[in-house]
């Protein structure tokens, strides 16, 4: 059996909710084969983070090199970069092996408020990587921080959709996490001709911590097992409202979401 293998390029959460960890349990969750590239690590729990120490872009490049020179991939996707060189180091390892499904999630602040990414590295982000992408998955904030607009309405989302498009990214899904709508969460997926809605219940909950990480996770996972955009996302939607739907408690802040509910419930309808 040779498996379809995914790689993350991210930072490492003690707290064990988001980045890395949160991106290996959910490729294991998906059944895929998961590898990493550390960025950073930081002390973190669900009340905040209370310290980062990045890696060096010589060393974020040779972890890719390694994976690159023996195993190889069939996706993989970005979280916390921190800075412009470690952006500019993944950019070009990225087009030197032509690892094409590339997903962003453009990671710049914690869940407890804490900057994930420095002011300087945007610029980095939105010219060397986002031209790679395959998708790119912003919130909302990040999403406004990316497209220097404000985005209040549908509309407004559609149009920074239309704005990160025309960046590079083949497609752009800017989740709604953070809309004012107190009964829904719609994210909003362009692939340059049309768009899609994905709308799910909103879950009053403060477990919460991860989630990007582990929506963007779900569908690099689907996409190196040959699934489309569309159904990539599909997944990943139901993957990640199992997640908050099915609450686990840890830690007295924002706690992690269920990465093992999916698969879970997927076992239990089998049976049915």
Known sequence: MVPNKALTIAGSDSGGGAGIQADLKTFQELGVFGMTALTAVTAQNTLGVQDVFPLTAVMVQKQLESIGEDIGLDALKTGMLFNAEIITAVAETVQFYQWEKLVIDPVMIAKGGASLLQQQAVTALKSKLLPLAMVVTPNIPEAEVLTEMTIKTEMDKQEAAKKLFAMGAKNVIIKGGHDEDSTISSDLLYD????????????????????????????????????????????????????????????????????????????????I
């Open 192 to 271: 340059g001709k049309e768009f899609t809605s994905f709308t799910t219940p909103r879950i009053e909950t403060k477990n919460t911590h991860g989630t990007g990480c582990t929506f963007s996770a779900a569908i690099t996972a689907e996409l190196a097992k040959g699934s489309s955009i569309h159904t990539a996302v599909t997944t990943a939607k139901d993957f990640i409202q199992a997640a908050i739907v099915n609450q686990i408690s840890i830690g007295s802040g924002h706690g992690p979401t269920n990465h093992w509910a999916y698969k879970r419930l997927e076992a239990v309808k089998s049976r």
